[in-house]
């Protein structure tokens, strides 16, 4: 298996402009979660979805941020319009029910707006 | 109360020693701590993981200890090696409905020869 796919790895842009980061789950694996990690506040948990539905978006920092997901082999996270904090990584990540508890993350991508 | 503190921020040992990593929890409805690794560049990948019913895990050069009562868990990488460096993060979790994890604030190891 590929393991947990993203897209773009990395993303630089201008502050106002929209944002769209993709994720490709693990085949079989039923539960997606978007984080985001910086230096300042580590590894935050912004959304999850369980069977495509999400099921707790508490961790979204505003309405500028939004996430689907269509189907069980894609996601995305959008930000509009972008802001300079928001630069950060991004990190997608997929569990399954055969392996209760891990989480496998993608390799993340790297968001800067300037 | 759903907070994980993980202690040190970073870390250097010298290669062949021990490094050690604490993590304290309020919450005692976790059931569940596993450790993650994370390289530069990378996601982070789970390490090993222990439930509380048992106090010590080990797993190669990697042991965790857990001490329900004080509520506080730990990571011991023995013989700890330059390759050993990377950020490693505790978490904590609750089974059964979304199993949320809850993770700390990372500690930077670096492994000097």
């Known amino acids: 298996d590929a393991g947990v796919i993203q897209s773009p790895r990395h993303e630089v842009t201008e502050m106002g402009q929209e944002v769209t980061l993709r994720c490709k789950p693990i085949?079989?694996?039923?539960?997606l979660f978007w984080y985001r990690q910086t230096m300042m506040r580590g590894l935050e948990l912004l959304i999850y979805?369980?069977?495509?539905?999400?099921?707790?978006d508490s961790g979204m920092p505003e309405d500028r941020f939004s996430a689907k997901m269509p189907n069980a082999s894609f996601s995305t996270l959008k930000i509009q319009p972008s802001e300079p904090r928001d630069s950060a990584v991004y990190f997608c990540?997929?569990?399954?029910?055969?392996?209760?508890?891990?989480?496998?993350f993608g390799p993340g991508t790297r968001l800067t707006v300037t | 109360q759903q907070q994980v503190k993980q202690s040190p921020q970073s870390l250097i040992v010298q290669k062949g020693g021990i490094s050690i990593i604490n993590c304290a929890y309020e919450?005692?409805?976790?059931?569940?701590f596993p450790w993650y690794q994370q390289f530069p560049g990378k996601g982070p990948a789970l390490l090993i993981a222990?439930?509380?019913?048992?106090s010590e895990k080990k797993e190669g050069r990697f042991t965790i200890s857990f001490n329900k009562s004080a509520k506080q868990f730990s990571l011991h990488i023995m013989d700890s090696q330059p390759g050993d460096s990377a950020t490693y993060f505790c978490?904590?979790?609750?089974?059964?409905?979304?199993?949320?994890?809850?993770f700390g604030t990372g500690t930077k190891l670096q492994v000097i020869p």
């Open positions: 990540a997929s569990r399954g029910g055969g392996t209760y508890y891990e989480q496998y």
């Open positions: 085949s079989g694996h039923n539960s």
């Open positions: 979805f369980n069977n495509n539905v999400p099921i707790d």
């Open positions: 919450n005692t409805a976790f059931d569940y």
């Open positions: 222990i439930r509380p019913d048992v």
């Open positions: 978490a904590a979790s609750i089974s059964g409905g979304y199993q949320k994890v809850t």
